[in-house]
């Protein structure tokens, strides 16, 4: 079920006396992404300890014209960023090398939650550039996960920007990394009686723990399946010690019906549930699997189901085996040409990617 917080959230605008996400125990070795120079020749900080040093960032651009305002890549050409933030007409990326690329912004879309939480925030934006970028810039999968009560206690890396008290080796806005954990989607309080869902971290005295200040609107939240960073929300507000993003799985369905190009990935632990349901129940039957060899082709844009016939499955079953060269396979995870993990098991399909 459900919790609300009783607290007001403010949209993370800027202001000019601004000083943006702050960190627990604050290390620059540790938490900013920079060494100096941003954004016009930015270094990367080279540290091994830095809460980020084993992932790739160069898909976190920023607004050319004002750089506190952070997009974040879900396809080569697709990005994501705050409504009430807005950006420019330009946004720049830097590559593992440091080179910095500039590219144009074509258009932006407005979406509306479509999930089956249809009040969430409403503040994300979707933007196009006019051409695809680079190879040596990343780009994201969702997480996608079956049910909202999943969202919380997810370990969270959250991108944000620096406080000049702080920094002295790069611009005030330089920006950082840090921890927290999910509270879950929750309500939350946006002031005169609009009570909205959003996803929720709360900072407390641990070490590396990040809240959100004013500049820090659209910036990025992470987690890490497989090794690899996962787009959960972007930044939205604060209000006293908790942090509050919009939840981007709440606007998939929105999303693909407008041919907006990107990948989903599920969860781990819900992976190994399912594989080892699957384990479970191999154990007891051999299955025929004919039936599955002759069935149609599914899309590899949307998740497919079919439904099977005869005594090995059990009526309205889904198949448990999918490529996504269109082919049923034993027991496998595969990825697919966006880099989404297709986890399938226990008669029935997880995840597949979403493309138009």
């Known amino acids: 079920m459900l919790r609300r917080f009783i607290l007001f959230i403010f949209a993370l605008c800027l202001t000019a006396s601004a000083h943006a996400i702050t960190i627990v125990g604050y290390n620059p070795d540790l938490h900013d992404r920079f060494d100096s120079g941003f954004p016009s020749a930015p270094v990367i900080n080279s540290s091994a300890g830095s809460v980020a040093a084993s992932y790739d960032l160069s898909g976190v651009g920023w607004d050319t014209a004002l750089p506190t305002r952070a997009i974040t890549m879900i396809s080569d050409q697709y990005f994501v960023y705050s409504a009430h933030y807005g950006i420019g007409s330009e946004v720049s990326f830097v590559t593992a090398d440091g080179t910095v690329l500039t590219y144009t912004v074509d258009t932006s879309y407005t979406f509306e939650p479509t999930a089956e939480i249809a009040d969430a925030l409403g503040d994300l934006r979707i933007g196009r550039l006019t051409t695809t970028v680079s190879s040596s810039i990343a780009s994201y999968a969702i997480l996608d996960l079956g049910d909202t009560s999943e969202y919380q206690g997810l370990s969270l890396l959250v991108y944000g920007h620096g406080d000049g008290t702080e920094q002295t080796t790069a611009p005030w806005y330089s920006p950082r990394i840090g921890t927290n954990t999910s509270e ?7 002031g005169g009686g609009v009570i909205k869902k959003g996803l929720v971290y709360d900072q407390d005295s641990s070490i590396g723990e990040a809240l959100l200040q004013a500049g820090d609107s659209g910036s990025p939240t992470f987690t890490v399946v497989d090794g690899q960073l996962v787009l ?17 799985a709440l606007y998939l369905d929105s999303m693909a019906s407008s041919g907006i190009e990107f990948s989903t990935v599920p969860e781990p632990r819900i992976v190994v549930l399912v594989f080892f349901a699957f384990v479970a129940i191999a154990t007891q039957r051999r299955r025929d699997v004919s039936a599955w060899k002759s069935a149609p082709a599914p899309s590899p844009h949307r998740p497919t189901e079919y439904s099977f016939p ?6 309205g079953a889904r198949p448990t085996f999918l490529s996504t060269e269109g082919k049923w396979q034993k ?13 399938v098991g226990s008669m029935q399909l997880i995840s597949a990617p979403r493309r138009r």
């Open 232 to 248: 959960v929300g972007i930044h939205y507000g604060v209000g006293g010690t908790t942090s509050v993003d919009d939840l981007i």
């Open 331 to 343: 027991n496998t995870a595969v990825r697919s040409p966006l880099g989404a993990s297709e986890f």
């Open 310 to 315: 005869g005594p090995e499955l059990k009526p």
């Open 184 to 190: 879950g989607l929750v309500d939350v309080n946006l």
